[in-house]
């Protein structure tokens, strides 16, 4: 029993060690990778509230080329986006730099600081500059507000509302997120 136990571990390490560093590299930024797949895990990222708190910054800093991100007053809330990784649709700059097509699916726009919601359902779509940099893909534009899903928008908006303190703006929040909950 204890001979499998070892024999299982030792399994386990191996099969973290081979998957881990395939994982990594996956989304390395390497200028050797398609550079979509960077843009689509920058999105994916920001899709589930990776922009929400200044403290998750550096979760995104391997994906973009700008050092700080404004203080957004605004968050688009989208239900989904797509990165088009037709390369005969995008507008290839030079070797080493490309204008990626990406569409979202937005549902409406959150104003944080008065805790309104603007419903604005439309599609729209957004070139994303990628260039390589000391060897490595990188988002040089657009600096987008961040577009966050509704599901986890409504969650960030109870948490906040559940640490707020004072009550008017606390009921704000809570109409703000029935508002986000209902919109389609």
């Known amino acids: 029993m204890r001979?499998?136990?070892?024999?299982?571990?030792?399994?386990?390490?191996?099969?973290i060690g081979f998957v881990w560093p395939v994982m990594a590299s996956a989304f390395s930024?390497?200028?050797?990778n398609d550079p979509s797949q960077l843009v689509e895990k920058y999105?994916?990222?920001?899709?589930?509230?990776?922009?929400?708190?200044?403290?998750s910054?550096?979760?995104?800093t391997p994906f973009v080329s700008w050092n700080e991100e404004p203080a957004w007053g605004r968050i688009v809330v989208i239900s989904d986006f797509r990165v088009i990784e037709d390369v005969t649709q995008w507008e290839v700059?030079?070797?080493?730099?490309?204008?990626?097509?990406?569409?979202?699916?937005?549902i409406g726009t959150v104003y944080?600081?008065?805790?309104?919601?603007?419903?604005?359902?439309?599609?729209?779509?957004?070139?994303?500059?990628?260039?390589?940099?000391h060897e490595r893909w990188r988002i040089v534009a657009p600096q987008l507000p961040p577009h966050v899903g509704k599901s986890r928008l409504v969650n960030f908006i109870r948490l906040a509302q559940s640490q707020e303190v004072d009550e008017r703006r606390k009921k704000r929040l809570q109409s703000l997120q029935?508002?986000?909950?209902?919109?389609?």
């Open 43 to 55: 999105l994916s990222l920001d899709k589930r509230g990776a922009r929400l708190e200044v403290s």
């Open 178 to 184: 029935a508002q986000v909950k209902q919109a389609q």
């Open 29 to 32: 930024g390497d200028i050797k």
């Open 93 to 106: 700059l030079s070797s080493s730099e490309v204008l990626i097509p990406v569409t979202f699916t937005v």
């Open 57 to 60: 910054h550096d979760v995104l």
């Open 3 to 15: 001979q499998l136990s070892r024999w299982l571990q030792l399994g386990m390490v191996g099969l």
């Open 112 to 133: 944080w600081e008065t805790a309104t919601f603007l419903p604005e359902s439309q599609i729209y779509l957004e070139f994303f500059h990628v260039k390589a940099i």
